[in-house]
C-alpha cells in the first residue's frame, strides 16, 4: 500500500491463546483444484509447528481491518481527510475493540495512546525509511527530507539504473509513485535492506521502541521477493558505484529480501518472545512458486493479502486469471496452524455503495479457505476506518468439512451454513441446496434451486 502519515495507520486488538501442534502442511484446495492447478500436485512435507498468540478463527467470521487512523487517539476532525475519516475521528478507538480482531497502525515513533490501547499493532515499510521524525511524547513531527538522508546517510539510498550525462546514479528507487514533490516534502527513502547498518538503524529506532511500548505485532507493508521499484545499486561512503540488482544478477533482491525477513524474524524473537512478525505478501499476484511463497511463509507469523479476491478492488478474480493460484496460495498458509492469514476485500468505491453482491464475494471465498486464524475484512481505498457490516455478524458455525468442487461451483459446508463461489467469468451456475431451510443474508428464505452468476459468492444461514 501506499504510505504517508496522514493516511496510513492501523490497529489490532490480540486475544492471547497458545497453540502447540505437529500437522502436516498440506494444502486445503489440492483436491479442490485437481490437475488443473500446478500447485496441487506438489508433495509438502510436514512441518513442527511452533506456537502462535492470535485469536482462534474457527467459528464465524473474525476480522482483520488494516490502518485504522481515523480515531482520536491519532486523528482529528479538522485533519482533512474524507468526509467518513473526519466523522470516524470523533470516536476512540475502544468503540470497535469487541468488532476487530487484528489490525496494526504506522507509529513513527509515537506511542503515547499505547497506554490504554495494549494491543495495537505497530506497523513500517520493510524497505523504505518512515517519511517523518515524530517526538515520542507529544507525536509532533517534522519531514525526513532527501536531503537529509544524502547529508546523513548516503551510502543507505538505493537508486535506479538511470544515469545523468556524466554517468551519475541521481534517481532515487522511490515506490509507489511517492516521489517528493517539493524540497522539503517526507522522503520515504529506499534503503539497502542487506545493510546491518540500516537494518540495526531501524531496529533500534523504530522497530524496538514499538515493541518496549506494547505493541505485540511488528507489520511490514509491500514485501516482494521481485525488485519492482528497479532498484539498481547505492554509493559506498567514497562515491563509488556498488551494483546490486541490475544486468545479470536480479536473483539478489530475492534472496536479500529473505535474508532480511530472516533476520527481523529472528531479531525480533530474540528481542522479546512471542512477538509477530506480519507482511503485507500477495505471492499470486506476481506469480510465485508455491517454492518462492513457502519460503516466506515459513518465516513470517502473519501474512495479510491486500490483493484478496478483488485484486486492490480493479476486478474480482477469476478462473480466466487467477483465482485459483490465489486460492492455492491462500489456502497454503490459512492451513498452517501457527500462522495467522488476514485477506483484504477492497472496493474502489464509498462503504455505502458496497453491495450485497459485493459482500458476498469477499466473504463466501474467506469462508472456503478460512483456517484456525484467518481474518477478512471489507476495505476501501479510503484506509483508516471500521465499517461494521451485518455479513460480519452471521453465525455461520464452524467448518464441517474441506472445500470442495461440486455442481461446478465450489462450496464448503459450515455447521450452520454454506459458502458457494463461482469463479466462472462466463457461465451462471444453477445449483440445487440439499436443504430446504437455508436462508439468505439478510434473513429471506432460499429456493432450493439457486442461480449463482459469474464471477460471484453466496452465503447462506440456516
Known sequence: MNSGP?????????????????VSAATLFAVLLGARSPHARRTLVPITQTPVHLPRTDTGIHIGIPFLRCYNEWWHPTSGGSRWCRTSSR??????????????????????FVEHHSAIGAAFDFDRTPGYDVDSRTGAGHPFTLAYWRRSHPDWLEYTCVTDA??????PAYEYRD?????????????????????????D??????????????????????????????YDLHGHWVAQYSGSRPWTYERDSLNWLRWVVAETHRYKPGELVAVNYNPA???????????????????????????????????ANSWRAEVSAMSDVAQRIDKGLVINGELKKSYGQVT??????????????????TYVGITIPDYGYFWDFPIYHLAIGSPAGQAHESQNVY????????????????????????????????GRAVPSTLAVPPVSGVVLIR
Open 285 to 319: 499476484a506476481t506469480y510465485d512458486t508455491p517454492q518462492q511463497y513457502d519460503s516466506v511463509y515459513k518465516l513470517v507469523d502473519i501474512v495479510w493479502n491486500e490483493e484478496g479476491f478483488t485484486y486492490w478492488g480493479n476486478f474480482r478474480l477469476s478462473t
Open 356 to 373: 450485497e453482491s459485493d459482500r458476498e464475494w469477499v466473504i463466501a471465498n474467506y469462508l472456503l479457505v478460512k483456517g484456525a486464524h
Open 166 to 171: 556524466q554517468g551519475n546514479h541521481t534517481h
Open 411 to 442: 462450496v464448503r459446508a459450515f455447521t450452520h451454513g454454506e459458502a458457494i463461489v463461482n469463479p466462472d467469468p462466463s457461465r451462471t451456475i444453477v445449483v440445487h441446496l440439499d436443504r430446504p431451510d437455508y436462508r439468505d443474508t439478510d
Open 179 to 203: 516521489v517528493p514533490k517539493v524540497a522539503g516534502a517526507p522522503t520515504y527513502a529506499p534503503v539497502n535492506i542487506a545493510d546491518p547498518a540500516v537494518r540495526k538503524f531501524m531496529f
Open 205 to 234: 529506532n523504530y522497530y524496538k521502541p514499538s515493541i518496549d511500548a506494547g505493541y505485540p505485532i511488528l507489520f511490514f507493508d509491500n514485501f516482494s521477493l521481485h525488485d519492482f521499484s528497479g532498484r539498481c545499486g547505492h
Open 91 to 112: 470516536r476512540s478507538i475502544a468503540s470497535i475493540q469487541r468488532a476487530i480482531d487484528i489490525g496494526w497502525t504506522y507509529t513513527y515513533k509515537y506511542a503515547g
Open 6 to 22: 496522514a493516511r496510513r495507520h492501523g490497529r489490532g486488538l490480540l486475544l492471547r491463546l497458545t497453540i502447540a501442534v505437529t
